[in-house]
C-alpha cells in the first residue's frame, strides 16, 4: 500500500513559481510511475505531468510543457512540481498519484493511490 501526501499550495501572482511536494511512504516508489493531475473548480480532472520513477523520464501536457517541471527524489521517495510563469487558468486543486509500472497513463482512473490534494490559485 501507498500512502501519498501533497504539500506546497498556495496563492500567487501570475507570473509567479510555486513547488509541489508529493511524499511516497508505505513502500518505495520503485517501478512507479508518479503523477501530477489537476481539478479546476467545476471541471473534471487534467494530467499535467508524470514520471517514472526508476529511469526518470518525465511528461508533461501541452498546457504546461517550457513552465512545469516533474522531479523525483528517490532518497526521500518524494516528487515535486516545479511551476514556474503560473497563470490564472493554473488555479485547480492539485493531486499527486502513483501506479505500478513504467508507463505513465494519461487519465485518472489508470492510477491506484492518490493523495489528498494541493489547492493552488494564481491571481492576476
Known amino acids: 500500500q501507498v500512502q501519498l501526501v501533497e504539500s506546497g499550495g498556495g496563492s500567487v501572482q501570475a507570473g509567479g513559481s510555486l513547488r509541489l511536494s508529493c511524499a511516497a511512504s508505505?513502500?518505495?516508489?520503485?517501478?512507479?510511475?508518479l503523477a501530477w493531475f489537476r481539478q479546476a473548480s467545476g471541471k473534471g480532472q487534467e494530467f499535467v505531468a508524470a514520471?517514472?520513477?526508476?529511469?526518470?523520464?518525465?511528461y508533461e501536457s501541452d498546457s504546461v510543457r517550457g513552465r512545469f517541471t516533474v522531479s523525483r527524489d528517490n532518497a526521500k521517495n518524494t516528487a515535486y512540481l516545479q511551476m514556474n510563469s503560473l497563470k490564472p487558468e493554473d488555479t485547480a486543486d492539485y493531486f499527486c498519484?502513483?501506479?505500478?509500472?513504467?508507463?505513465?497513463?494519461?487519465?485518472?482512473?489508470?492510477?491506484?493511490?492518490w493523495g489528498q490534494g494541493t489547492q493552488v490559485t494564481v491571481s492576476s
Open positions: 498519484a502513483a501506479r505500478e509500472g513504467g508507463v505513465p497513463k494519461l487519465r485518472p482512473d489508470g492510477y491506484d493511490y
Open positions: 508505505g513502500r518505495t516508489l520503485s517501478g512507479f510511475t
Open positions: 514520471i517514472t520513477w526508476n529511469f526518470g523520464n518525465t
